[in-house]
T-cell receptor
Framework: DTGVSQDPRHKITKRGQNVTFRCDPI?????LYWYRQTLGQGPEFLTY????????KSRLLSDRFSAERPKGSFSTLEIQRTEQGDSAMYLCASSTTTGLNTEAFFGQGTRLTVV | AQSVAQPEDQVNVAEGNPLTVKCTYSVSGNPYLFWYVQYPNRGLQFLLK??????LVKGSYGFEAEFNKSQTSFHLKKPSALVSDSALYFCAVRAYSGAGSYQLTFGKGTKLSVIP
């Protein structure tokens, strides 16, 4: 499968625990995005990487959230001290750098449930 | 700030009938517009995009969308609906340039139900 891959698909954690998600973008896509989707809402932008550089961060990304893309390939999103409000689907997407007019390809997401 | 409105939470249409899913947007400058579809327990799948040029854009699975600059709309259409088109549809906008130009802003989504 050459699409965007996310792991795990589902994560249940207790409030206060830390969680980490992984995203493997489409090979040779140097742009990578993280979005969050809650029930009944569209995806909301969290952060964006071009290669290993994190170029944009949403105000939604509190200091409990950190994202990395250390070698410009896969990315991780870590949430520290999880709260019930963090329960959502976390989506990763990737695209090429042919200007701004390229569509993003999304993974199937990681569904986080904080209990 | 850019925004997208999808005024209908749900659209019901009989199989074989034409369908329209509405979208209006707000963005500074020229927009890049996209439609995505989401099936249950699946990620978002790209359907089509408007960048520039012809206002009628054709995409996957027989879908098309019409860009109307004066009405700031980008409605999704299909001449003949299939039961398999039943899914959640999202409209999204990206600014042409400037702050936020790398991020997609999505609408809340419209649930399309095609009735056999």
């Amino acid at each position: 499968d050459t699409g965007v891959s996310q792991d795990p698909r589902h994560k249940i954690t207790k409030r206060g625990q830390n969680v980490t998600f992984r995203c493997d973008p489409i090979s040779e896509h140097n742009r990578l995005y993280w979005y969050r989707q809650t029930l009944g809402q569209g995806p909301e932008f969290l952060t964006y990487f071009q290669n290993e550089a994190q170029l944009e961060k949403s105000r939604l990304l509190s200091d409990r959230f950190s994202a990395e893309r250390p070698k410009g390939s896969f990315s991780t999103l870590e949430i520290q001290r999880t709260e019930q409000g963090d329960s959502a689907m976390y989506l990763c997407a990737s695209s090429t750098t042919t200007g701004l007019n390229t569509e993003a390809f999304f993974g199937q997401g990681t569904r986080l449930t904080v209990v | 700030a850019q925004s997208v409105a999808q005024p209908e939470d749900q659209v019901n249409v009989a199989e074989g009938n034409p369908l329209t899913v509405k979208c209006t947007y707000s963005v500074s400058g020229n927009p890049y517009l996209f439609w995505y579809v989401q099936y249950p327990n699946r990620g978002l799948q790209f359907l089509l995009k408007y960048i520039t040029g012809d206002n009628l854009v054709k995409g996957s699975y027989g879908f098309e969308a019409e860009f109307n600059k004066s009405q700031t709309s980008f409605h999704l259409k299909k001449p003949s609906a299939l039961v398999s088109d039943s899914a959640l549809y999202f409209c999204a906008v990206r600014a042409y340039s400037g702050a936020g130009s790398y991020q997609l802003t999505f609408g809340k989504g419209t649930k399309l139900s095609v009735i056999p």
